[in-house]
């Protein structure tokens, strides 16, 4: 299971009810069931606007993500997909990594919402579960925006893990303040007390999976015809943005663009995820001047 307790799961979607009802939004919640197991979706924004999935990371949910990116449901119908064994209302059942299941799971997640033309926005390990969905199946995925994703490199693994890996492995066997604090110093350009609290409980009361992160190959990135613009973050000491950069043009022939944030650690700041949603908005803005000009002429 992934949550060890009872006890630690209702704190855990304590602090979710709590950060949902602070984001002041109008929402509808639907339950998804998928043969992966059942699925959570926050929906916002007019029923009348073209779709957005938006996809969180690890030790994430829903409402935090939402929270990262206020104005998209101004522009798009946005559903927040809470991802199966994450800190969550979704089902506890982990999926494998290393095949295309959670691309699977969500794709049936997007054909059972009845859902076309998506454009599919996802952060770190939403983005590998992004990818994983085009590699199974780009046909209701219209654009993929991906942030400081997972599955297209890696970083030096000797600098995570004593960065990163030994703290928190400290923190999760003493509760150590200490630790996590270190944690959030390497994963995070900037927190606050609620993401502090939410991703300390989740380490304690949470079985969080450490597996090693797989990267996509050459060949299954040259099969994607699907537009991709990515997010590289400078300072990820994971997921490294130039490296990610470098990467990423070689081996992804549907490439629109990348962007370096500079100075950003893992998880960017406000300011960032500001520019990130105006680039998203723009885009679309962008597509839906072209498509009317192609129809008038």
């Not at 799961?9 to 919640?29: A, D, R, S, V």
């Not at 994983?132 to 994703?149: G, M, R, T």
Request: proline share 5%.
């Amino acid at each position: 299971m992934f949550f060890k307790s009872e006890e630690g799961k209702t704190e855990i979607l304590e602090l979710y009810n709590q950060k949902l009802q602070e984001l002041n939004i109008i929402y509808t919640e639907e339950c998804i069931d998928t043969q992966f197991g059942k699925t959570n979706v926050i929906i916002t924004g007019n029923a009348q606007l073209p779709p957005l999935v938006l996809i969180h990371g690890t030790g994430g949910c829903a409402p935090l993500i939402l929270e990262s990116f206020s104005d998209l449901s101004k522009h798009y119908r946005v559903f927040a997909v809470d991802v199966l064994a994450q800190p969550n209302k979704s089902d506890e059942h982990r999926l494998d990594i290393k095949s295309l299941d959670y691309g699977h799971w969500l794709l049936e997640v997007i054909i059972k919402l009845g859902l076309k033309n998506v454009t599919l926005v996802g952060f770190s390990f939403g983005g590998l579960i992004s990818l994983k969905a085009l590699e199974f199946s780009q046909i209701p995925i219209k654009e993929v925006f991906l942030i400081a994703p997972v599955y297209i490199v890696n970083g030096n693994p000797f600098v995570n893990l004593w960065k990163l890996f030994i703290p928190l492995k400290k923190f999760i066997k003493s509760n150590d303040k200490k630790q996590i604090t270190k944690v959030m110093n390497v994963l995070f350009s900037e927190y606050d007390v609620f993401a502090f609290n939410f991703l300390s409980r989740s380490f304690q009361n949470c079985n969080m999976d450490f597996s090693p992160l797989p990267i996509i190959t050459k060949k299954s990135a040259r099969d994607i015809e699907t537009p991709i613009t990515i997010f590289a973050t400078e300072n990820d000491i994971m997921f490294p943005g130039k490296k990610m950069i470098k990467r990423a043009k070689r081996i992804f022939p549907s490439l629109e663009e990348v962007i370096l944030l500079k100075a950003s650690k893992h998880v960017p700041n406000t300011t960032d995820f500001k520019t990130i949603e105006n680039t998203i908005i723009n885009a679309t803005e962008i597509s839906k001047n072209n498509e009317f000009k192609s129809f008038t002429i």
